[in-house]
């Protein structure tokens, strides 16, 4: 079995704003750059359903996200119902530190959503923010993971120097292993996915993690931006059953991660382990 822990796909009037903003982030880079943040497909959720397949992946995990919070609602609705139209589907919620975070929970409550996911940089936020104590405060007791978008600010810009004034523009001061562990230690009753590898580059950084139980890592997006053998290091020392796949479609086509994936040298168990294992018993499936 394969389950992809970590997939998007957007409403048509945010594909239309990706259209208009993508391309100046990294216009410097070339389309087959892997550093270059792009749509690899029509990034609809028909086309993102249609890559799963076509990659093998019998379940995928949607999420929803948005920077605004009054769209927190309408996007939760939107992934509910996707996942009853499509049985592939299983379904986390956007939630937002700076929203009707009460309400909000009280819908991905009801509509029976199965995680929740943040993304800091889009939702321009930071861990230290006291809104995100108040939101991890109402979610520890839901039995929901908590999946954290990650990215090392400075492994970000000797990557991509050319994102600096972004950085700057957004306020944004990252995501790093030491801030995800605070939050790990003060909210044990919650599982943490440190998404990309645990640190979008800063896989060098990962040490305060790799001890924390209810810290878990995903794969997504690392495929041309992590050497295999220091990538395989990175999961023996968290350990398989603490790693998840997925892809981050479609911002990486999901039939070539599978083919990196299947590529990378572990043994058969622990690609088992984190191709399906590791997901459903953090979801208790």
Do not use: C
């Not at 939760?76 to 986390?92: D, K, S, T, V």
């Not at 409550?109 to 939101?135: M, N």
């Not at 790093?176 to 580059?201: E, M, T």
Request: aromatic letters at 8%.
């Amino acid at each position: 079995m394969l389950i992809d822990g970590h997939a998007h796909a957007f409403l048509p009037e945010d594909l239309e704003v990706l259209a208009q903003r993508m391309p100046l982030l990294d216009s410097q880079l070339e389309d087959d750059d892997p550093h270059k943040w792009r749509l690899t497909g029509q990034g609809s959720l028909e086309a993102v359903a249609n890559s799963m397949t076509q990659a093998g992946v019998e379940h995928f995990v949607l999420l929803p996200v948005s920077g605004r919070p009054e769209r927190v609602p309408q996007l939760n609705r939107w992934a509910a119902r996707a996942a009853e139209e499509l049985p592939a589907i299983i379904a986390f919620a956007a939630l937002h530190p700076k929203g009707e975070v009460a309400a909000d929970l009280a819908q991905v409550l009801e509509l029976g959503l199965k995680g929740v996911k943040l993304h800091p940089f889009l939702q321009r936020f930071s861990l230290e923010d006291p809104e995100v104590a108040e939101l991890l405060g109402q979610v520890k007791h839901r039995g929901l993971p908590v999946l954290l978008d990650t990215i090392h600010p400075e492994g970000l810009l000797r990557a991509k120097p050319h994102m600096a004034p972004v950085l700057e523009l957004m306020g944004f001061s990252g995501v790093r292993p030491r801030q995800v562990a605070r939050l790990a230690h003060s909210y044990p009753q919650i599982s943490f996915i440190a998404a990309h590898g645990g640190s979008l580059y800063g896989w060098d950084r990962l040490g305060p993690l790799m001890e924390l139980d209810n810290v878990f890592f995903d794969l997504a997006y690392l495929n041309g931006l992590v050497q295999p053998d220091d990538l395989v290091k990175i999961i023996r020392d968290k350990g398989p059953d603490r790693v998840i796949y997925g892809s981050d479609a479609p911002w990486r086509d999901p039939v070539a991660f599978r083919a990196w994936f299947e590529d990378l040298p572990l043994t058969s168990g622990e690609r088992e382990q984190i191709a399906a294992a590791t997901l459903l018993e953090l979801l208790g499936e």
